[in-house]
Every structure is written in C-alpha cells, then in structure tokens.
C-alpha cells in the first residue's frame, strides 16, 4: 500500500492512500476544474469593431453591443461578427467561359461591409454569409465575362467590373443585408493554346505594324524628295521669271530713254525751227556764226551765193 511521510513539529506522520481517499480527490479535482470552466468560459468579450449574436439553446436572444458580457454555461452561445469595417473574401480559379466559348479561371476578391443594425438580419438569411457572397458574386461574373470575347476581356475589364458591381450591389443587400464595396480580378487566366494564338497573333500585328512603318518611312523619304525637288524647281522657275522679268524692265526703260532722247531732240529740232521761221534774219546769223572763213566750192553759172545781206529799212 503506497504512503505518503510528512515531518510536523519533528513527528513523522504516514498517510495511506485509500481508494476512497484516491476517489475523492478525483472528484475534488474535477470540481475545480469545473467550476474555472464555468467561470471563465462564461464571460466573452466584444469588440467596438463587432457585434456578437447571443443564443439560448439554438435560439436567437439578441445582438450583443462591444463590452464584457456573461453568458449562461451549456445553454448559450456567441456568434460574433465584423461591423462597420470593410472585409474581403477570396475565391480563386473559378472556371468560366466568355462568348466565343474560351475557358478562362478568375481569382477575385470581394469586398464587403456589415453594418451594425444588419446583424441580427444577416444572422437569419445568412449564417454563411461569406460562402453566399462569393456564390453570388462568381455567378455575376460568370454571366458578365459571357457577354464579351476573349479578345475584348483586357479591354473591357472595367466595365466588367464595373457591371458586375452594380448587380452585386443590387442583389446582396436585399438579400444578405450586406454592402458589397468593391470588387477586383487578381488573375484571368486563358488556356496554353489560346495564350500561344494570342502571342502568335501579337507577333504577327508587330511584324504588320513595322512592315507598314517601313512603307510609311520609305513614303514620307519620298514626299521629301518630291518636295525638295519641286521647290528647287520653283526655285529655278522664280529665278528665271526674275531674270525675264528685269530683261523686260531693262529693255523698256532703254526704249523708253531712246523715246525720250528722240522726242527731246524732236521738240529741240521743232523749236529751232520754229525759231527760224519767225526770224528771217536768225538764219543768216546762224549761217555767220558757223561760217568757217572759207568760201564754199559752187559749181554752176552766174555768180556764187554767200550771203544775202537786206539793207536796212530807211526810216
């Protein structure tokens, strides 16, 4: 029989363990046991950021505010849920088609937010509220990357996203009584044989783009030359027509100074004339003035003319 020894006051003292004894420390030890459970697996606490949904035996009680609270052992529970802060929820390589029947996997997360007086309406539609969002949201998306090919899903991923917002919107607050916020695609992924055509077609549209590049080039080379040549063209044109031009200028302002010299010496000549035929005796002076001193050679009879002299008029 085991026992146990203790020194008191200098006396050994021996205690036998009895079953008896042995069974009710067994039991004492449980007693504590379960009555630390009880104490400190009744009280829970709230955050300001939670509510908590407070049951009896299964049964809704009421929503439960931030703070420390107790409930009743083995017949009350508490369910806590996320208020007024945004939430997200992941699913990934989610299979799905688009119009022209290509196969495509979405990862994409939806973000979501519970409001405090939602609670007690999202605790009796939807216990499995994060399991319901992202069954409704894959099913948005699914019907909105079949409405747009393959081709057009980088494209219009915005607008994808955008309507696919607007029915999530539009059917999870009615239905859950909770606020979708946003939604983002982190993955589209195609097939290896559509992303092989996808990247042959891309080489294929570079191989396009700098074959017309080219052309453009070896054109705009063209237009320059053509260009350069019909300005030098101009150039020899306008120089032509200039010399043309100042010829003609030269020439009628030289016929125009022999005109001018003729009529001068015309108007000269009719003025001398003039001159002369008003004055008889202006001739003889002008025949004296340039007389030389030498009489002129006469051939023929009678006597030789030189000069005609008038007496003067007697008065």
């Known amino acids: 029989m085991p026992r ?42 709230v955050k300001e950021t939670e509510r908590g949904v407070l049951t009896t035996w299964g049964a809704f009680t009421g929503v439960v505010g931030p703070g420390l609270h107790y409930k009743m052992p083995f017949a009350q529970d508490v369910i806590l849920y996320p208020v007024g802060t945004v939430q997200s929820v992941t699913a990934q390589h989610e299979n799905t088609y ?7 996997d979405v990862d994409f997360t939806v973000f979501y937010r519970i409001d405090a007086d939602q609670v007690e309406f999202v605790y009796r539609h939807a216990p499995e509220y994060e399991a319901k969002v992202l069954a409704v949201a894959l099913d948005r998306i699914k019907r909105e990357l079949g409405r747009v090919n393959a081709t057009e899903v980088a494209q219009k991923r915005g607008d994808i996203i955008a309507s696919t917002m ?13 606020d979708v916020t946003d939604l983002q695609f982190q993955n589209l ?97 002008t025949k004296a003035k340039n007389w030389n001193g030498q009489l002129p050679q006469w051939v023929g009879t009678g006597p030789m003319p030189f000069m005609q002299l008038t007496p003067p008029v007697q008065q």
């Open 166 to 178: 607007t029915v999530l919107h539009d059917t999870i607050q009615p239905m859950l009584g909770i």
């Open 4 to 45: 146990f020894e203790d020194t008191v006051g200098g006396r050994v003292y021996a205690t036998h363990w009895t079953p008896r004894l042995l069974r009710n420390l067994a039991l004492l030890s449980i007693l504590v046991l379960l009555c630390l459970f009880l104490f400190f697996g009744s009280w829970y606490r």
């Open 189 to 285: 992924a195609f097939t290896e044989a559509y992303r092989a055509a996808i990247n042959a077609a891309a080489v294929a549209k570079a191989n396009v783009e700098q074959a017309t590049q080219a052309v453009a080039k070896a054109k705009q080379a063209a237009l320059e030359a053509q260009a350069q040549a019909e300005g030098l063209a101009h150039a020899v044109q306008a120089k032509a027509d200039g010399d043309a031009y100042a010829t003609t200028k030269n020439a009628e302002a030289d016929a125009a100074k022999i005109r001018l010299i003729g009529q001068a010496q015309a108007d000269a000549i009719k003025a001398q004339s003039d001159a002369l035929a008003q004055n008889e005796k202006l001739i003889e002076y």
């Open 98 to 104: 688009t119009i022209d029947n290509q196969e495509v």
